[in-house]
């Protein structure tokens, strides 16, 4: 069994609820829901460990109460973390709004994501069996580096395309899958790059990796508390999946499950609270 090694965001959640997203120019009251663990490395990691993997995130925080916290609660629940602390940025911040649907919009600010570095992932020592999971809140020519990396040392690449941001054409070909949601596909499907392996994410709808498709678990609409973090909680699930050696079907699966969770409870983390 492999290990699941996330490059990614580490964010601090700020949450706010509001009864409906406000339109160009528009000003809606909302009420403080809190502050969380959130950005989309740390909610893989989370998720990955959650599924049972074996779980080293890889990142960047500040030198600040909020980044030391996250990296309290990184290791109390089993995470090795190679993420030092940066002296000049402060941990990134996700200002996220949360409608009465549990719909949500997200802005989020990097701060020390921006400075993640290759001597992090160097550090991890990526070998045969290794499930690297990248997303794109990180500098994307670290994201390249550390793909080309892990294949060479026998890993294997799992590439989340989110944000969307392009990335050289043998990147995404050496990820087995890239994974985007409809938006981002529609994106990638504008652009000249050609993934090997893609899987779409449709969210109640269900998921489609190439030739395989789950559909979408019912929920009843007083189970959706909000979505924030779903798509990441699929990913970091199906990264687990795959470091324990489960077929593609079996992975499928296995994110599907993880992805209906996670809209059952409110941040992309449960119990998350900083």
Known sequence: MGRVVVLGSLNVDVVTRVESHPRPGETVLGEAAGRFAGGKGG??????????????????????????????????????????????????????AVDEAGENTIVVVAGANRQVGDESIEAVGLGPGDVLLCSLEVPADLVARAARLADRAGGRVVINLA???????????????????????????????????????????????????VSGIRLDESDVVDTVGAGDAFCGALAAALAAGAARREALEAANRAGADAVQWSGAQPDAAL
């Open 43 to 96: 909610n893989q990691a989370m998720a990955a460990r959650r599924a049972g993997a074996e779980v080293v995130m890889v990142g960047r925080v500040g030198a600040d109460d909020a980044g030391a916290a996250y990296l309290d609660r990184l290791r109390r629940h089993g995470i090795r973390a190679e993420v030092p602390s940066s002296s000049d940025a402060p941990t990134g911040t996700a200002f996220i």
């Open 163 to 213: 944000p969307y941001a392009s990335l050289p054409h043998d990147v995404i070909a050496i990820a087995d899958p890239v994974v985007v949601n409809e938006s981002e596909m529609r994106q990638l499907a504008d652009s000249d790059l050609i993934p090997t392996s893609l899987l779409v994410t449709f969210g109640a709808a269900g998921a489609r990796w190439d030739g395989e498709e």
